[in-house]
């Protein structure tokens, strides 16, 4: 497709499960960002990745989030141990090169719901 | 400790008037400031943006203004249609920083 994918759209999980999120970013964007939206919130910066490498990990809330990227494409945000106050809409955005004078495109979310 | 506020959590407009959408920033490194506009179940859009050198952006029914001495920015839509109703997300980053910062939204009412 030609716009940034992220799966599934929906996930619910019991707490304490580990749960892994997919984003498939527009082809040929280097660079990659993760956000988080918890209810009446507004984007929290998480990760952001240039190529493969991520060289700001500090919005990752604790320990149990990580995140890859392989191959300079796709990129899997993992939670382990869910808690309750992981459910959220995690987005994934792309631009053609990192900056933030490059727009950002926004895939249509992830929404955790952490039972 | 929010950098961005947006303090309206929602507005409503009547069709064809302007609709203004207030943000504050309490950063004054932030130099590049952006607009995104967000419909329920999709992704946030790019809409507008502007630079900490310029006071005034236009794009089409869209203008950005800032004043930088009162930290304050606005958008201005005019005139407002009914596919202008959405969620309105102010951001900024500041120089060598690769991150957006996002306020918590305004949602949009446009009424007929």
């Known amino acids: 497709g030609a716009g940034v994918s992220q799966s599934p759209s929906n996930k619910v999980t019991e707490k304490g499960k580990d749960v892994e999120l997919r984003c498939d970013p527009i082809?040929?964007?280097?660079?990659l960002y993760w956000y988080r939206q918890s209810l009446g919130q507004g984007l929290e910066f998480l990760i952001y990745f240039q190529g493969n490498s991520a060289p700001d990990k500090s919005g990752l809330p604790s320990d149990r989030f990580s995140a890859e990227r392989t191959g300079g494409s796709v990129s899997t945000l993992t939670i382990q141990r869910t808690q309750q106050e992981d459910s959220a809409v995690y987005l994934c955005a792309s631009s053609i090169e990192q900056g933030t004078k490059n727009i950002q495109y926004f895939g249509a979310g992830t929404r955790l719901s952490v039972l | 400790d929010q950098q961005v506020k947006q303090n309206s959590p929602s507005l409503s407009v009547q069709e064809g008037r302007i609709s203004i959408l207030n943000c504050d920033y309490t950063?004054?490194?932030?130099?590049?400031f952006l607009w995104y506009k967000k419909y329920p179940a999709e992704g946030p859009t790019f809409l507008i943006s502007?630079?900490?050198?310029?006071d005034k952006n236009e794009d089409g029914r869209f203008t950005v203004f800032l004043n930088k001495s009162a930290k304050h920015l606005s958008l201005h839509i005019v005139p407002s249609q009914p596919g202008d109703s959405a969620v309105y997300f102010c951001?900024?980053?500041?120089?060598?920083?690769?991150?957006?910062?996002f306020g918590k939204g305004t949602r949009l009412h446009i009424l007929p």
């Open positions: 950063n004054s490194m932030f130099d590049y």
């Open positions: 502007i630079s900490s050198i310029k």
């Open positions: 082809s040929g964007h280097t660079a």
């Open positions: 951001a900024a980053s500041q120089p060598r920083d690769d991150k957006i910062i």
